[in-house]
């Protein structure tokens, strides 16, 4: 049977049955999917016992809330360097590198003994998040048909979300029989497991253009100048999507401690919520194929915006327990839309930094929405915060409906200065 240049796929519906019939994501869910769900076990593992592990070594409570946050700061300011460790040394490099990186970082976590080391480890951990996540980004993005390229990526936040998941009980019960800082042992192992599956996975190296007829590499320098319309475009809706998702992190615990609910209730109001979230990441992902991207994009910003308004007007365990459902739902279709939207408009030859500097708008967004939820608290009221960050769910619902380029099944088709053609040839963004 022939070849089928992945590509091209989409350019007809003979082509995308023949690629249908020629790849599956079988044969790579352990390489592609397997680290992910490691990483994102290691990661559950440790966010419940970080903070305490910062009090015990004498912080305050704002500072060992800061030892928290730089995870996601040492994600943000390696996005743009692990863009370079991708191109240099190649995803599965990249990936190896990063679970050792982390798995180091969770030995100097456990012998942590002031806040300041524990503070080191937990930058160490963001570097490794940010390596592992854009090159695991990258590889799919090359490797994987573009009819199947929503649902790969859909199911690589998917696995993610189920390690995170899945870490905090497995911590919990090591803690209950050591102590816990044994919970860093549990996530040491999940990062070398991670490495290891990658040392030992043959399929993992994505399938490039031969060389005489491959893009050369683009610096970042260059990909932002020539594809600035696209970061300040759909760009700001990728960090105002990122900062609705993460606020909603937040906003569930406070609204259900303003509403002077039980430790066990409101753990139990984000347990389901975050049932939810796990569950529907690959549906979504068919549907983003199959239909295009909009029709997971939009529906998950407007309901969490919509959810988000309304979450302030509750009042009691079941109506709060309602929109933090539908907020559960909203995030969980979302699985993989930001990477996949990112995939569709990196162009070959610079993949990896297209894609970092993605990922640092998203990680900005992550930072900012919780802080934005912090200053409106502290200049009117919870209730007004909230509202805010469900506001921004919308105006991020009308960047993204506006300038995103509109696709069909299996095809997106770009149309933001001729950034990507349907070949998947790229030509300057301005």
């Not at 390690?163 to 999940?190: D, K, W």
């Not at 030992?200 to 260059?222: C, E, M, Q, W, Y």
């Not at 239909?291 to 365990?317: D, E, H």
């Not at 070959?348 to 900012?368: E, M, Q, V």
């Amino acid at each position: 049977m022939a070849e089928v240049d992945p590509w091209m796929i989409g350019d007809s519906p003979a082509m995308t049955e023949l690629a249908d019939q020629q790849y599956s994501l079988r044969p790579i869910l352990v390489s592609a999917f397997g680290p992910a769900l490691m990483f994102g076990v290691a990661e559950g593992a440790v966010l419940p016992v970080v903070a305490l592990t910062a009090r015990d070594l004498g912080a305050s409570v704002a500072t060992a809330s800061v030892v928290v946050a730089l995870i996601g700061v040492g994600s943000l300011i390696s996005n743009v360097p692990s863009a370079y460790i991708t191109t240099r040394y190649g995803e599965r490099a990249a990936i190896i590198g990063a679970g050792a990186i982390s798995a180091v970082a969770m030995l100097v976590a456990l012998a942590a003994p002031n806040v300041a080391v524990l503070g080191l480890a937990m930058l160490m951990i963001g570097l490794a998040n940010a390596v592992f996540l854009l090159a695991r980004q990258t590889y799919l993005t090359e490797s994987v048909p573009l009819h199947l390229r929503a649902r790969a990526l859909s199911t690589l936040g998917g696995t993610a979300r189920i390690g995170l998941f899945i870490g905090p009980f497995v911590g919990a019960l090591v803690i209950s029989l050591s102590g816990i800082r044994a919970a860093y042992l549990v996530a040491c192992a999940a990062a070398v497991i991670a490495g290891l599956i990658a040392v030992f996975s043959t399929n993992l190296v994505a399938t490039h253009p031969a060389p005489g007829d491959a893009p050369k590499t683009t610096s970042i320098r260059t990909v932002l100048r020539s594809h600035r319309r696209v970061f300040l475009t759909v760009g700001i809706g990728i960090l105002l999507i990122s900062a609705v998702r993460s606020s909603r992190q937040v906003v569930i615990p406070l609204w259900a401690e303003h509403l002077q609910l039980s430790p066990s209730a409101t753990s139990l109001i984000y347990g389901l919520s975050g049932a939810v979230d796990m569950l529907v990441f690959y549906p979504a992902g068919k549907l983003m194929d199959q239909r295009g991207r909009q029709w997971v994009v939009l529906p998950s910003m407007l309901l969490m915006g919509l959810s988000l308004i309304l979450l302030p007007l509750s009042s009691s365990f079941l109506t709060l327990l309602v929109p933090a459902l539908t907020l559960g739902f909203g995030n969980g279709i979302g699985a993989g839309m930001v990477a996949t939207m990112g995939a569709d408009l990196a162009p070959p030859g610079a993949r990896p930094s297209f894609l970092g500097i993605w990922r640092l708008l998203s990680d900005a967004g992550n930072c900012g929405g919780p802080v934005l939820l912090s200053a409106i608290t502290g200049l009117a009221s919870l209730a007004a915060g909230i509202v805010t960050n469900g506001a921004i769910g919308f105006v991020a619902a009308v960047i993204v409906w506006f300038w995103l380029p509109r696709s069909e099944a299996g095809r997106p088709a770009p149309r933001i200065g001729g950034l990507v053609e349907a070949s998947g040839v790229s030509a300057p963004a301005d």
